[in-house]
């Protein structure tokens, strides 16, 4: 059974280590480090023998797009996380209408149903004697329904979760993340859920078990071995992936590298960047 390729899941591979990826698709393979062990390495093939397909993640597919010609020989899906692109917790990424304009580029060139739409992580903090958020009610609402006209039938959603290198780094920016009540944290999911569905687009939550018990939400599979399988007309794992609770995963092979290739957004929230270029996380 060939693998499905996510790429990745640990960093921004299409926006930052594109040629890295592209090396690695001409000699064959890619050496991958266990995030765990890093001692321990193994060698992926990319030949397209191997792969049945690629899952990519990203916030600006800019040089991907540029690049498309590259994967001809591979089915593709893509993950693409947009926001209100908040300047504090997500700097550098682009404005809604660049991703909305990439996106309309994706869609065009393979269709919809391989557009997974990300509205995630939605997260809260206290600034002074306000609280303020990284969700926009209006920036939402506009990307539903403009993705929705594109045909897009699905928005992934999730709450921050506050591990203590959230919290760290955000404190060290002079501010402290509020943890949603059970009520609050419902509330917004149902706003949430009514928009999307005014646009035609089921809400999905990802790692975040409560959120499954909003009427209308469903669990994200962002590696859907089944919906692969479907697509692409030919069986891939539908074995368990998950990676963290509340994770509908099925199997695949994450390329990425947390500290060889550290995604260039430096996102506030973020727990997988060490490099933190911003907000350096030196909690022993």
């Not at 062990?37 to 993640?57: E, G, H, I, M, Y």
């Not at 065009?108 to 990284?134: L, Q």
Request: net charge neutral; charged share 25%; with cysteine.
């Amino acid at each position: 059974m060939r693998s499905v390729i996510s790429a990745s899941r640990r960093t921004d591979i299409p926006a930052f280590y594109l040629p890295w990826l592209l090396d690695g698709i001409h000699s064959g393979s890619v050496r991958v480090a266990n995030p765990l062990n890093r001692a321990q390495t193994k060698v992926v093939s990319l030949r397209p023998d191997d792969v049945a397909w690629f899952v990519f993640w990203s916030r600006n597919y800019a040089v991907w797009l540029r690049n498309r010609e590259q994967f001809a020989d591979y089915r593709c899906a893509f993950h693409f996380t947009i926001t209100a692109a908040n300047e504090f917790t997500e700097p550098g990424v682009p404005k809604v209408e660049v991703a909305i304009a990439q996106a309309e580029s994706l869609v065009t060139h393979f269709g919809p149903e391989r557009f997974f739409w990300r509205y995630d992580p939605i997260i809260y903090w206290r600034d002074a004697d306000s609280v303020r958020t990284n969700h926009d009610e209006a920036a939402f609402t506009r990307l539903c329904r403009e993705l929705g006209a594109m045909g897009v039938t699905t928005c992934t959603v999730s709450i921050a979760a506050l591990y203590r290198k959230t919290v760290t780094r955000m404190a060290r920016a002079g501010v402290v993340p509020v943890e949603l009540s059970s009520d609050a944290r419902r509330v917004l999911v149902c706003g949430l859920r009514d928009i999307a569905c005014a646009y035609g687009i089921e809400l999905r939550a990802c790692c975040t078990p409560d959120l499954l018990s909003v009427s209308g939400v469903e669990q994200a599979r962002c590696i859907d071995g089944e919906l692969l399988t479907r697509l692409g007309g030919e069986r891939v794992s539908v074995a368990s992936g998950s990676t963290r609770e509340g994770c509908g995963c099925t199997k695949s092979v994450d390329i990425g590298d947390y500290e060889q290739q550290p995604c260039g957004y430096d996102c506030v929230y973020c727990y997988a960047n060490p490099s933190g270029r911003r907000f350096r996380d030196v909690t022993p």
